[in-house]
């Protein structure tokens, strides 16, 4: 089974290849994108057991996994959420603006590969985190949830 790690280790690759162009650096940012988001979610499914990532409002899943990840009040998911909210939005600029050649340069295909690699590190820390720890945050993200009905 593949994992968000494994889009982060070609991201990595696709963007060291030197002379490799546009293109290849383009999709190492979005591999890059949505191996963190994926570690994202395996995350709050495998370590918090929150299974319901999407919201019927927002629609998103990808808004509502950054949420989540606001929402427990650890400011070590905190932070990977900000980071995740950025990475997104390179990803988005790297698919979409490709009439913006600065959307997808050899140095912010290496940069959305650092991003994901500092995201999954995070993640992994509040892994980490002793049961009381992964309970609080997941009592937070109920809470959170249910004042603003999501």
């Known amino acids: 089974m593949i994992r968000g790690?494994?889009?982060?280790?070609?991201?990595?690759?696709?963007?060291?290849?030197?002379?490799?162009?546009?293109?290849?650096?383009r999709s190492a940012i979005s591999r890059a994108y949505y191996g963190a988001f994926h570690c994202a979610q395996e995350f709050l499914v495998e370590d918090l057991g929150i299974t319901e990532l999407k919201s019927g409002k927002t629609?998103?899943?990808?808004?509502?996994?950054?949420?989540?990840?606001?929402?427990?009040d650890q400011p070590v998911a905190i932070e990977a959420a900000?980071?995740?909210?950025a990475l997104r939005e390179h990803r988005n600029s790297a698919d979409y603006d490709l009439d913006d050649g600065?959307?997808?340069?050899?140095?912010?295909?290496?940069?959305?590969?650092?991003e994901a690699v500092k995201i999954s590190d995070l993640l992994r820390q509040c892994a980490g985190l002793d049961d009381r720890a992964k309970?609080?945050?997941?009592?937070?993200?109920?809470?959170?949830?249910?004042?603003?009905?999501i």
Do not use: C
Not at 5 to 25: C, F, Q, V
């Open 135 to 149: 309970d609080e945050m997941r009592t937070n993200i109920e809470k959170s949830r249910k004042i603003r009905g």
């Open 82 to 85: 900000h980071r995740l909210e």
């Open 59 to 72: 629609g998103s899943k990808h808004f509502m996994v950054q949420q989540l990840l606001k929402y427990t």
């Open 102 to 114: 600065s959307a997808g340069t050899q140095t912010l295909s290496k940069h959305a590969h650092w």
């Open 5 to 25: 790690g494994d889009y982060i280790h070609l991201a990595s690759k696709w963007s060291l290849l030197n002379r490799a162009g546009e293109p290849t650096w």
